[in-house]
């Protein structure tokens, strides 16, 4: 049940309609971020901390809105019946909603994982968000298709012992019936759409303000991440020591990547609001 | 090349770091059973397989993927050496 300054909303997208839940900013604005979730198992895992932070951003005047893509979570359709250029074109409809519906002037997005890279992938991204905040992106779509991959030979390996079979997990990824991907119904349209991405294709169309957040183990920010900061033009990226909550079952804190977030913002809000006045 | 003592100390470092263990490393031993001792499921393996690629540069194979590979310090730092042959 939401909270009080939240509400629920139900946004068309194709036929079909996304379930929403609308944060409002603690102190009216015109400002607002969308937040686009990670993909499968992923988004269950880290629904908490996405709920967190969108409660925590309207602490720094943003009306932040959370969604579920068609097919996932509470909106209408069944998973197996879209891929992500489906999804990509819901995030292009939240926020044509926030920016008609809400009156939202300047608007962003902070997208986790796959999230992130299809909404700086989504065609004219650069026009519909103001800014963007990309928490640990998958910067290359195959990679994260073999890294998946990984997870089911491990998965299998641990879970049927003996008859533990690797080219019996490889043939069912890279087949073209459905892959039953820990519970989800993944179709070969879908799992080639994901292989295709590539941030470092459409980075430098981004040109607005990016802080780009390195969820890892280590201080500093990884090479690959330094050169898409590189790559994108007004990026700031920063490394923050944190368990990857997108993949952990229970309580896993988020403490620090939502606080890097929301200094972020706040001091992006402020010199919004500058140049606003000058 | 790293001394044997020392892989395993380097394999034993990741393995805290990317786990995220509240325990010192070298206070892991070399031959006990990662998997019970602290309680690493599959998706804590996937993060010392990553962790293993990354940090020694070896790349796993599909036949590679077997749970005594993982099972112990010594068993993985065999594994690194045979791979960097």
New interface residues.
Partial sequence: MPSSGESILQIPSGEDLLHAVYHRAVHESASGIIFCDPFAEEKKCAHRVLVEAARALTGVDLNCLRFDYRGCGDSSGEFHDFTPADWMKDILAVADYMRSELATATLGVLGLRLGATMAISAAEAAEVFDFAVLWEPIINGEQYMKMNLRRSLIKAMMTDGDNFVADDVRRQHTGTQMLDFDGYQVSQETREQIAGMDLFEVASHFTNPVLLLNITSREEVSDQFSELAEAMPHTRAEAVVEEPFWNRIGLVSSQRVTTATALWLAELQASILNSTAT | MPQPDELKQEIKQMIV??L?LDVEPNHISDDENLMEAYDI???L???I??GLEEVFGVS?E??D???ETFATVSNIADFIAAMRG
Avoid: G, H, I, P
């Fill in positions: 770091e990317r995220f499921d599959s998706v393996l996937f993060e397989v990553v796993l599909d036949a993927f077997s749970v």
